[in-house]
Protein backbone atom coordinates (compact mmCIF):
# COMPACT_ATOMS: atom_id res chain seq x y z
CA UNK A 1 0.00 0.00 0.00
CA UNK A 2 0.86 3.69 0.25
CA UNK A 3 4.45 4.14 1.29
CA UNK A 4 6.05 2.02 -1.25
CA UNK A 5 8.53 3.27 -3.69
CA UNK A 6 10.50 5.58 -1.74
CA UNK A 7 7.35 8.02 -1.28
CA UNK A 8 6.58 9.21 2.41
CA UNK A 9 2.91 8.65 1.97
CA UNK A 10 1.37 7.20 5.08
CA UNK A 11 -1.22 4.02 4.21
CA UNK A 12 -4.40 3.94 5.43
CA UNK A 13 -5.44 2.05 8.36
CA UNK A 14 -8.11 -0.45 7.72
CA UNK A 15 -10.96 -1.30 10.03
CA UNK A 16 -10.62 -5.13 11.46
CA UNK A 17 -14.77 -5.42 12.48
CA UNK A 18 -14.94 -8.68 14.32
CA UNK A 19 -19.26 -8.99 14.73
CA UNK A 20 -20.27 -11.14 17.26
CA UNK A 21 -22.99 -13.74 17.47
CA UNK A 22 -25.78 -11.58 15.67
CA UNK A 23 -29.95 -11.11 16.30
CA UNK A 24 -32.22 -10.90 13.50
CA UNK A 25 -34.10 -7.40 13.39
CA UNK A 26 -37.25 -8.31 14.62
CA UNK A 27 -39.01 -6.09 11.50
CA UNK A 28 -40.53 -2.73 11.79
CA UNK A 29 -39.92 0.48 10.51
CA UNK A 30 -36.51 2.21 11.85
CA UNK A 31 -36.98 4.72 14.45
CA UNK A 32 -35.24 8.49 14.52
CA UNK A 33 -32.55 8.21 17.69
CA UNK A 34 -33.01 4.54 17.70
CA UNK A 35 -30.74 2.15 19.36
CA UNK A 36 -29.88 -0.97 17.48
CA UNK A 37 -26.95 -3.51 18.70
CA UNK A 38 -25.67 -6.57 17.44
CA UNK A 39 -28.38 -7.15 14.84
CA UNK A 40 -28.59 -8.03 11.71
CA UNK A 41 -30.71 -6.57 8.87
CA UNK A 42 -30.86 -9.25 5.88
CA UNK A 43 -32.78 -8.46 2.96
CA UNK A 44 -34.66 -5.40 4.93
CA UNK A 45 -36.82 -2.66 2.82
CA UNK A 46 -35.65 0.20 4.73
CA UNK A 47 -36.88 2.81 1.55
CA UNK A 48 -38.10 5.65 2.82
CA UNK A 49 -37.55 5.13 6.73
CA UNK A 50 -36.81 7.59 8.92
CA UNK A 51 -33.35 6.51 11.09
CA UNK A 52 -32.24 10.29 11.94
CA UNK A 53 -29.87 10.32 14.92
CA UNK A 54 -29.81 6.31 15.15
CA UNK A 55 -27.00 4.38 16.49
CA UNK A 56 -25.90 0.84 14.31
CA UNK A 57 -22.76 -0.76 16.51
CA UNK A 58 -21.96 -4.53 15.45
CA UNK A 59 -24.34 -4.91 12.97
CA UNK A 60 -24.79 -6.34 9.81
CA UNK A 61 -26.96 -5.04 7.03
CA UNK A 62 -26.97 -7.20 4.11
CA UNK A 63 -28.98 -6.58 0.59
CA UNK A 64 -31.09 -3.88 2.20
CA UNK A 65 -33.09 -1.19 0.05
CA UNK A 66 -32.46 2.25 1.53
CA UNK A 67 -34.12 4.50 -1.17
CA UNK A 68 -34.66 7.46 0.03
CA UNK A 69 -34.06 6.68 3.80
CA UNK A 70 -33.46 9.31 6.24
CA UNK A 71 -29.94 8.20 8.34
CA UNK A 72 -28.67 12.21 8.65
CA UNK A 73 -26.26 12.32 11.94
CA UNK A 74 -26.39 8.04 12.45
CA UNK A 75 -23.76 6.77 13.91
CA UNK A 76 -22.58 3.32 12.26
CA UNK A 77 -19.91 1.60 14.33
CA UNK A 78 -17.91 -1.29 14.07
CA UNK A 79 -20.56 -3.11 11.54
CA UNK A 80 -20.70 -4.41 8.20
CA UNK A 81 -22.62 -3.23 5.09
CA UNK A 82 -22.71 -5.74 2.31
CA UNK A 83 -25.05 -5.31 -1.08
CA UNK A 84 -27.04 -2.03 -0.43
CA UNK A 85 -29.04 -0.88 -2.99
CA UNK A 86 -30.70 2.53 -3.06
CA UNK A 87 -31.26 6.39 -4.42
CA UNK A 88 -31.42 9.30 -2.28
CA UNK A 89 -29.93 7.82 0.81
CA UNK A 90 -29.15 10.76 3.82
CA UNK A 91 -26.34 10.25 5.60
CA UNK A 92 -25.81 13.86 5.98
CA UNK A 93 -23.53 14.59 9.02
CA UNK A 94 -23.39 10.80 10.31
CA UNK A 95 -20.34 9.05 11.59
CA UNK A 96 -19.21 6.25 10.00
CA UNK A 97 -16.14 4.46 11.97
CA UNK A 98 -14.31 0.90 11.33
CA UNK A 99 -17.31 -0.42 9.21
CA UNK A 100 -16.56 -2.25 6.16
CA UNK A 101 -18.79 -1.48 2.62
CA UNK A 102 -18.95 -4.12 -0.04
CA UNK A 103 -20.35 -4.49 -2.88
CA UNK A 104 -23.05 -1.92 -2.50
CA UNK A 105 -25.33 -0.67 -6.05
CA UNK A 106 -26.14 3.05 -4.82
CA UNK A 107 -26.72 6.61 -6.27
CA UNK A 108 -26.95 9.97 -4.84
CA UNK A 109 -25.98 9.20 -1.43
CA UNK A 110 -26.01 12.12 0.87
CA UNK A 111 -22.66 12.04 3.47
CA UNK A 112 -21.90 15.89 3.22
CA UNK A 113 -20.69 16.73 6.35
CA UNK A 114 -19.68 13.27 7.87
CA UNK A 115 -17.08 12.03 9.13
CA UNK A 116 -15.80 8.39 7.89
CA UNK A 117 -12.37 7.00 10.12
CA UNK A 118 -10.96 3.23 9.08
CA UNK A 119 -13.57 2.43 6.60
CA UNK A 120 -13.30 0.69 2.94
CA UNK A 121 -15.82 0.61 0.27
CA UNK A 122 -14.91 -2.44 -1.39
CA UNK A 123 -16.60 -3.42 -4.26
CA UNK A 124 -19.98 -2.24 -6.50
CA UNK A 125 -20.88 1.25 -8.27
CA UNK A 126 -21.92 4.46 -6.44
CA UNK A 127 -23.23 7.51 -8.69
CA UNK A 128 -23.10 11.14 -7.68
CA UNK A 129 -21.91 10.39 -4.22
CA UNK A 130 -21.83 13.73 -2.44
CA UNK A 131 -18.44 13.99 0.32
CA UNK A 132 -18.77 17.56 0.26
CA UNK A 133 -17.17 19.16 3.23
CA UNK A 134 -17.12 15.45 4.98
CA UNK A 135 -13.99 13.97 6.48
CA UNK A 136 -12.06 11.40 5.74
CA UNK A 137 -9.59 9.51 7.89
CA UNK A 138 -7.76 6.31 7.21
CA UNK A 139 -10.47 5.09 3.93
CA UNK A 140 -10.03 2.96 1.15
CA UNK A 141 -12.07 2.59 -1.93
CA UNK A 142 -11.09 -0.66 -3.56
CA UNK A 143 -12.05 -2.33 -6.38
CA UNK A 144 -15.29 0.22 -6.53
CA UNK A 145 -16.82 2.77 -9.55
CA UNK A 146 -16.92 5.95 -8.18
CA UNK A 147 -18.95 8.31 -10.93
CA UNK A 148 -19.16 11.99 -10.36
CA UNK A 149 -18.00 11.86 -6.80
CA UNK A 150 -17.63 15.53 -4.89
CA UNK A 151 -15.13 15.88 -2.80
CA UNK A 152 -15.56 19.83 -2.76
CA UNK A 153 -14.38 21.26 0.70
CA UNK A 154 -13.56 17.54 2.41
CA UNK A 155 -10.36 16.82 3.77
CA UNK A 156 -9.01 13.76 3.24
CA UNK A 157 -6.10 11.94 4.82
CA UNK A 158 -4.39 8.44 4.34
CA UNK A 159 -7.17 7.59 1.62
CA UNK A 160 -6.48 5.16 -0.81
CA UNK A 161 -7.88 4.82 -4.01
CA UNK A 162 -7.06 1.02 -5.26
CA UNK A 163 -8.17 -0.72 -8.36
CA UNK A 164 -10.86 2.09 -8.38
CA UNK A 165 -12.36 3.78 -11.04
CA UNK A 166 -12.85 7.78 -10.01
CA UNK A 167 -15.09 9.54 -12.67
CA UNK A 168 -15.23 13.22 -13.18
CA UNK A 169 -14.59 13.49 -9.43
CA UNK A 170 -14.80 17.19 -7.95
CA UNK A 171 -11.70 18.36 -5.45
CA UNK A 172 -12.86 22.04 -5.51
CA UNK A 173 -11.52 22.84 -2.05
CA UNK A 174 -10.65 20.02 -0.85
CA UNK A 175 -7.63 19.12 1.50
CA UNK A 176 -5.46 16.21 1.09
CA UNK A 177 -2.52 14.97 3.23
CA UNK A 178 -1.32 11.31 2.23
CA UNK A 179 -3.32 10.31 -0.34
CA UNK A 180 -2.69 7.54 -2.57
CA UNK A 181 -3.88 7.36 -6.03
CA UNK A 182 -1.43 5.34 -7.83
CA UNK A 183 -3.21 2.43 -7.96
CA UNK A 184 -6.55 3.52 -9.30
CA UNK A 185 -7.41 2.17 -12.23
CA UNK A 186 -8.81 5.26 -13.49
CA UNK A 187 -8.10 8.59 -12.48
CA UNK A 188 -10.32 11.42 -13.96
CA UNK A 189 -10.80 14.72 -12.20
CA UNK A 190 -13.19 16.69 -13.76
CA UNK A 191 -12.58 19.80 -11.01
CA UNK A 192 -10.18 21.02 -8.89
CA UNK A 193 -7.18 19.74 -9.91
CA UNK A 194 -4.88 22.07 -8.18
CA UNK A 195 -5.54 20.62 -5.13
CA UNK A 196 -3.91 17.74 -5.38
CA UNK A 197 -1.30 18.95 -2.98
CA UNK A 198 -0.74 16.15 -0.67
CA UNK A 199 -1.49 13.22 -3.27
CA UNK A 200 0.86 11.14 -5.20
CA UNK A 201 0.22 9.74 -8.78
CA UNK A 202 1.82 7.51 -10.68
CA UNK A 203 3.56 9.17 -14.16
CA UNK A 204 1.25 7.67 -16.21
CA UNK A 205 -1.30 9.06 -14.15
CA UNK A 206 0.47 12.53 -14.44
CA UNK A 207 0.44 12.24 -18.69
CA UNK A 208 -3.29 11.26 -18.16
CA UNK A 209 -3.80 14.89 -15.91
CA UNK A 210 -1.43 16.61 -18.82
CA UNK A 211 -4.35 18.66 -20.08
CA UNK A 212 -6.44 19.00 -17.17
CA UNK A 213 -3.06 20.78 -15.58
CA UNK A 214 -2.51 22.93 -18.57
CA UNK A 215 -5.79 24.26 -18.92
CA UNK A 216 -5.58 25.09 -15.32
CA UNK A 217 -2.61 26.86 -15.26
CA UNK A 218 -3.71 28.70 -18.34
CA UNK A 219 -1.47 26.61 -20.65
CA UNK A 220 -1.80 26.70 -24.36
CA UNK A 221 -0.38 23.56 -25.79
CA UNK A 222 -0.33 23.40 -29.87
CA UNK A 223 1.56 20.86 -31.72
Known amino acids: MGGSSGT ?10 RL ?15 DYDGLEFREADLAGQDGGGARFMDCALTGCALDETGLQHARILDSVLTGLRGVGTNLAEATLRDVEVVDARLGGVQLHGAVLERVVIRGGKIDYLN ?5 LKDVVFESCVLVEPDFGGARLERVEFVDCVLKE ?23 GVDRLAGAVISP ?19 G
Open 8 to 17: AVKGARRPEV
Open 204 to 222: GQLVDLAPVLAAEMGIRVE
Open 169 to 191: ADLTAATLKDVDLRAAAELGIAR
Open 20 to 34: PALEPFGGGELEPDG
Open 131 to 135: LRAAR
